[in-house]
């Protein structure tokens, strides 16, 4: 099993950013997809999340009307766009899929936003 996201780096305040989440070693379309972030010093949140089906799709009050998630179950790959990006985005961004007892984690990737 593996959970492997990409599409972080360093932006300015303001600009974009979509980070992917590309699944493997299981059954991607019956599974949960959450993203969540940690920066330095606080705990892990979660940012947003969506169902199997991409009927439910849940975010964080910090990210609603910036981040939207989505996911593709063809090609087994979940999404976090982010636009207007802000410094208090700055984290490292995990995805996490989730079905029942079985619960897996990426090894997430850095955003850093910054002037």
């Known amino acids: 099993v593996r959970l492997v996201e990409s599409g972080g780096g360093l932006v300015q305040p303001g600009e974009s950013l979509r980070l992917s989440c590309e699944a493997s070693?299981?059954?991607?379309?019956?599974?949960?997809m959450t993203w969540y972030r940690q920066a330095p010093g606080k705990a892990r949140e979660l940012v947003a999340g969506?169902?199997?089906?991409?009927?439910?799709?849940d975010y964080a009050d910090s990210v609603k009307g910036r981040f939207t998630i989505s996911r593709d179950n063809a090609e087994s790959t979940a999404f976090l766009q982010m636009y207007d990006l802000k410094p208090e985005d700055t984290a490292v961004y995990y995805c996490?899929?989730?079905?029942?007892?079985?619960?897996?984690w990426g090894q997430g990737t850095q955003v850093t936003v910054s002037p």
């Open positions: 969506i169902s199997s089906d991409s009927f439910d799709k």
């Open positions: 070693g299981f059954t991607f379309s019956n599974y949960g």
């Open positions: 996490r899929a989730r079905r029942q007892s079985n619960d897996y």
